[in-house]
């Protein structure tokens, strides 16, 4: 069973700074892309910010210039740096990754649980 569990969410005045966590656990044996997604209320899932295994990422056009992807490897993790908060970035943030089991011959996408990010004043 493979797990992401995401942290650091929480309530941040606009203008502020958040930064995300996600660890991945479990009988892995490598990580693809990882991405993190975000859904407001009323709203659909978006794709905020990719990275891939080897590095290259792609954001939001609402983020670019305010958010950073970042990965490490090592310790199976991604990261979102969130900087220059507005209010429209108010939703719950969901980690995903395409992990590869120990035996297994193919990527399957996995979701972490979600962590609430509240901009406000």
């Known amino acids: 069973q493979v797990q992401l569990v995401e942290s650091g969410g929480g309530l941040v005045q606009p203008g502020g700074s958040l930064r995300l966590s996600c660890a991945a656990s479990g009988t892995i044996f490598s990580i693809n892309n990882m991405r993190w997604y975000r859904q407001a209320p009323g709203k659909q899932r978006e794709l905020v910010a990719a990275?891939?295994?080897?590095?290259?990422?792609n954001y939001a056009d609402s983020v670019k210039g305010r958010f950073t992807i970042s990965r490490d490897n090592a310790k199976k993790s991604v990261y979102l740096q969130m900087n220059s908060l507005k209010p429209e970035d108010t939703a719950v943030y969901y980690c995903n990754a395409d992990v590869s089991g120990v035996g297994a011959r193919r990527y399957d996408m996995y979701w972490g649980q979600g962590t609430q990010v509240t901009v406000s004043s």
């Open positions: 990275i891939t295994s080897g590095g290259r990422t």
